[in-house]
């Protein structure tokens, strides 16, 4: 591991070099400046209500994460992001911040950083562009970054459904802080590496870094299919301890109005089961959008994780300590698109589990509606 985070602290110090080189052979030939992208403000604003079959004390929906309140009405997250995109075309610079407001912020933050208990800086980060060719290109990002495993996304209004599956709550970071390289190798290929200080960590809890790599192959523009895997230790005080995995995404447009969507996690950690051993799991889900009229869209998830050390899920967002459970949901979300600017996404979802987790029954049933604004 640490050859990987030698070459990436390498590359960081190589880039700006071969960019300040580029800069200098791209002034002599250009007559002009050529103007920088405009700032980009956009966001969005989503409140929503929830209710359960067996909530956790009456107010719990046990093993969710933005939609967690029972009987209530929530302010999700009011969503602002600035953005200056760096083009892939020419020596340029950019940037990306999103900030969060509400109940999902208390969620995602990450260990030394803190706006408040409602509040979240989800991402902040700048971009250095240098062009290879008319079709590659390669970035240098440093900042708070989005994880690269998974189908779904932090902003909840880019997701298929309402409330987030399984893998994007326990089996996947919300964030990393580090640095990473983006490269796109042609039309088909593109590989990102990126050193960080570990999973939902701006200040590190331990004096190893986490890599992760992904390679993302789009065969057609019907199709992508992207693979990922992650090494590093995790635990607070601990560098040999390490958490690995493979996180396998994939995403094919069946029909204009149908796509299918897969989803598969391996992963395991060094003394993090119940028994002092090495901690395992697994999960899969599959999305099946499909677009009813133009403005409306039926997003169809059903996932299944096996943690089967309780490693991932012992005593989290409502569960119980437990030594190891089999847990999955089924999900239906009517996505619908009428109003210009707006989102009413009114959704039933059913999870099982092995264990009596749900206020002690082994399945609970809910039923939510959420409203997002889009700007």
């Known amino acids: 591991m640490q050859a990987l985070v030698w070459l990436a602290t390498l590359a960081s110090l190589i880039i700006p070099v071969a960019l300040i080189a580029q800069q200098a052979d791209t002034s002599k030939k250009a007559d002009s400046v050529v103007a920088l992208p405009p700032v980009i403000l956009t966001g969005s604003v989503t409140t929503s209500y929830t209710w359960t079959t067996h909530p956790l004390g009456d107010t719990t929906i046990v093993g969710r994460a933005y939609d967690r309140r029972h009987n209530s009405f929530s302010l999700n997250v009011v969503n602002f992001t600035v953005d200056r995109p760096a083009p892939t075309d020419r020596v340029a610079a950019g940037f990306h911040a999103e900030a969060w407001f509400g109940e999902n912020a208390a969620v995602v933050q990450s260990v030394g950083l803190s706006i408040g208990q409602d509040g979240?800086?989800?991402?902040?980060?700048?971009?250095?562009?240098?062009?290879?060719?008319?079709?590659?290109?390669?970035?240098?990002?440093?900042?708070?970054?989005?994880?690269l495993l998974g189908i779904e996304v932090g902003e909840d209004v880019l997701n298929p459904n309402l409330g987030v599956g399984y893998q994007d709550i326990f089996l996947e970071p919300f964030?990393?802080?580090?640095?990473?390289?983006?490269?796109?190798?042609?039309?088909?290929?593109?590989?990102?590496?990126?050193?960080?200080?570990?999973?939902?960590?701006?200040?590190?809890?331990?004096?190893?870094?986490?890599?992760?790599?992904?390679?993302?192959?789009?065969?057609?523009?019907?199709?992508?299919?992207?693979?990922?895997?992650?090494?590093?230790?995790?635990?607070?005080?601990?560098?040999?301890?390490?958490?690995?995995?493979?996180?396998?995404a994939a995403s094919r447009k069946l029909t204009s109005v149908a796509t299918v969507e897969l989803q598969l996690d391996y992963g395991q950690e060094a003394h993090a089961a119940a028994d002092s051993g090495t901690a395992k799991w697994a999960a899969a889900?599959?999305?099946?959008?499909?677009?009813?009229?133009?403005?409306?869209?039926?997003?169809?998830?059903?996932?299944?994780?096996?943690?089967?050390?309780?490693?991932?899920?012992?005593?989290?967002?409502?569960?119980?300590?437990?030594?190891?459970?089999?847990?999955?949901?089924?999900?239906?979300?009517?996505?619908?698109?009428?109003?210009?600017?707006?989102?009413?996404?009114?959704?039933?979802?059913?999870?099982?589990?092995?264990?009596?987790?749900?206020?002690?029954?082994?399945?609970?049933?809910?039923?939510?509606?959420?409203?997002?604004?889009?700007?």
């Open 120 to 147: 979240d800086i989800w991402q902040a980060y700048g971009v250095l562009n240098l062009p290879v060719s008319p079709s590659k290109y390669l970035q240098f990002r440093a900042g708070k970054i989005a994880t």
């Open 175 to 248: 964030t990393e802080t580090g640095v990473e390289l983006d490269v796109k190798l042609s039309s088909k290929w593109d590989a990102e590496l990126r050193a960080s200080n570990g999973w939902d960590q701006v200040t590190d809890v331990n004096q190893s870094k986490t890599i992760v790599g992904r390679l993302g192959l789009t065969p057609d523009d019907k199709t992508l299919i992207a693979l990922a895997g992650y090494f590093g230790p995790e635990q607070p005080r601990n560098n040999v301890n390490e958490r690995t995995g493979l996180n396998l």
């Open 285 to 375: 889900g599959m999305w099946l959008m499909y677009d009813i009229v133009p403005a409306a869209t039926l997003a169809l998830r059903g996932d299944y994780m096996n943690d089967r050390d309780g490693a991932r899920t012992s005593g989290v967002l409502g569960f119980p300590v437990n030594d190891g459970q089999r847990v999955g949901s089924a999900t239906a979300t009517l996505n619908v698109k009428y109003w210009d600017h707006a989102l009413l996404r009114p959704e039933i979802r059913f999870d099982r589990s092995t264990l009596p987790v749900f206020d002690g029954h082994k399945e609970q049933l809910c039923f939510g509606m959420g409203l997002s604004y889009i700007f």
